[in-house]
């Protein structure tokens, strides 16, 4: 007879427990790089009961990790007075109370804690003992401990990427060849080259500025003798001239 009431009792108990409401904690594992932050939501279970106020306390090493800030979720009503509203990052603790108008019946987001990991190594992020959840009766009816694992580690540190070198190429420098047997002067640029018509005393090149250029590297000898020519053609006019004046005045005297 006793033995079958110590049954049912315990199975009131693992009932009651299994139906008990509670804070849960996402994500259940984290892991990060020293100097980043990262979120945890807290999310509040009814179970059967209805709650009409919620006080979540967490804790959590305070020289690995550090919380920035803590976003109250929507319909939540925040209850700030003191010894229900703080943030330790000396102790590594946070308390936040709420109540939710009309009781909350289905589970619910309760806010956000935004944390910063201060330096490598493993932190536990736990629902601590003094967490409360209030029935209409303003009875507590929480129970469970969720916590969160975090893995902070070092940074990876990227080498930067090498810079290119780039080098100046010189200008290509012209080269001119002189070919005397054709009259004509090549001038090669690259792999390029200009033809240059040697006609006369000056160079014509088709698309460039003139450039004299004179293949025998003087007067051709056609202008030479035509320059010859020339010179004694004065004499011999000079010459003419002299004659028929002193004829004219020969006769002119007679």
């Known amino acids: 007879m006793k033995k079958n009431l110590f049954l049912v009792l315990a199975g009131l108990v693992l009932a009651g427990t299994a139906y008990a409401?509670?804070?849960?904690l996402s994500p259940v594992s984290v892991s990060v790089e020293k100097g980043?932050?990262?979120?945890?939501?807290a999310v509040v279970d009814p179970a059967s009961a209805k709650i009409y106020t919620s006080k979540m306390e967490l804790s959590y090493p305070a020289d690995v990790l550090e919380i920035t800030s803590f976003t109250l979720a929507s319909k939540w009503m925040a209850l700030s007075q003191e010894g229900y509203d703080l943030i330790d990052n000396a102790a590594g603790k946070i308390v936040k109370t709420a109540g939710y108008p009309g009781g909350l019946t289905t589970k619910q987001s309760f806010g956000t804690i935004v944390f910063k990991a201060k330096k490598s190594g493993e932190a536990v992020i736990k629902v601590s003992s003094g967490t409360q959840l209030f029935d209409a009766s303003s009875n507590n009816v929480s129970a469970g401990m969720a916590e969160v694992a975090v893995a902070v580690s070092e940074p990876v540190v990227?080498?930067?990427?090498?810079?290119p070198v780039t080098t100046s190429q010189p200008?290509?420098?012209p080269e001119v060849t002189s070919?005397?047997?054709?009259g004509t002067t090549t001038a090669t640029v690259g792999q390029e080259e200009q033809v240059a018509s040697t006609t006369g005393e000056g160079t014509e090149v088709a698309g460039m500025q003139e450039i004299n250029v004179n293949p025998n590297g003087g007067d051709s000898l056609l202008a030479q003798a035509f320059?010859?020519?020339?010179?004694?053609a004065w004499y011999v006019v000079i010459i003419i001239l002299i004659a028929a004046a002193y004829v004219i005045g020969k006769r002119s005297s007679n």
Do not use: H, R
């Open 21 to 24: 409401a509670s804070v849960s």
């Open 36 to 41: 980043k932050t990262f979120s945890v939501t």
């Open 158 to 163: 990227t080498a930067p990427a090498p810079t």
């Open 171 to 173: 200008a290509a420098t």
């Open 179 to 182: 070919n005397q047997n054709k």
């Open 227 to 232: 320059g010859f020519v020339k010179g004694w």
